[in-house]
């Protein structure tokens, strides 16, 4: 499957670009450069919106995330 762009992964989604490009920020998504990102990168997003719906900090898995202990690679 190719590359998304932050339009399509937001449109794939439901998640605005302003908001995908936060987490972008936060560390919570990875993009290749241009902001291109992988189709596995939808499921990721699905983890982060279950998360923030659920009234996780996402500031606190971020920095999990950044130590290497949180959101291992989706499948």
């Given at each position: 499957?190719?590359?998304?762009?932050?339009?399509?992964?937001?449109?794939?989604?439901?998640?605005?670009?302003?908001?995908?490009?936060?987490?972008?920020?936060?560390?919570?998504?990875?993009?290749?450069?241009?902001?291109r990102f992988?189709?596995?990168?939808?499921a990721r997003?699905?983890?982060?919106?279950?998360?923030?719906?659920?009234?996780?900090?996402?500031?606190?898995?971020?920095?999990?995330?950044?130590?290497?202990?949180?959101?291992?690679?989706?499948?």
């Open positions: 499957m190719p590359e998304l762009t932050i339009d399509e992964l937001a449109s794939r989604t439901g998640e605005p670009v302003a908001q995908l490009r936060d987490w972008l920020s936060l560390g919570l998504l990875g993009a290749h450069p241009a902001e992988e189709p596995s990168d939808v997003v699905r983890v982060i919106q279950f998360l923030r719906d659920h009234r996780v900090d996402l500031a606190v898995v971020a920095e999990a995330v950044k130590d290497g202990s949180g959101l291992a690679p989706v499948p």
